[in-house]
Nanobody, 112 residues
Framework: QVQLVESGGGLVQPGGSLRLSCTAS????????WGWYRQAPGNQRDMVAQ???????IVANSVKGRFTISRDSATNTLYLQMNNLQPEDTAVYYC??????WGQGTQVTVSS
């Protein structure tokens, strides 16, 4: 069983930065795809960025050039560096290992 715990969310002004972390415990497969999704109130949960076991990345167009996904295999930690945050980035951000588990989510609020 895989457990995921996110951290790093908070309140930030437009143009600011945050780094989300997701620490995983359990048994993993080297082919697993890890990812970040987000869900704003009244909206569906959308993919933000994914990182495959082979190192390929998929990044949503809405955050391309501003958000970076990375993973530290030694500590089983997934990161999402978010720069130039905008009010439309406000959402609950979830970490996932695709097909295996979801974290509980961390709130990101961008507001002046």
């Amino acid at each position: 069983q895989v457990q995921l715990v996110e951290s790093g969310g908070g309140l930030v002004q437009p143009g600011g930065s945050l780094r989300l972390s997701c620490t995983a415990s359990g048994i993993f497969d080297s082919d697993d795809t890890w990812g970040w999704y987000r869900q704003a109130p009244g909206n569906q949960r959308d993919m933000v960025a994914q990182l495959t076991g082979g190192g390929s990345q998929i990044v949503a167009n809405s955050v391309k050039g501003r958000f970076t996904i990375s993973r530290d295999s030694a500590t089983n930690t997934l990161y999402l560096q978010m720069n130039n945050l905008q009010p439309e980035d406000t959402a609950v951000y979830y970490c996932t290992i695709v097909g295996r588990s979801w974290g509980q989510g961390t709130q990101v609020t961008v507001s002046s």
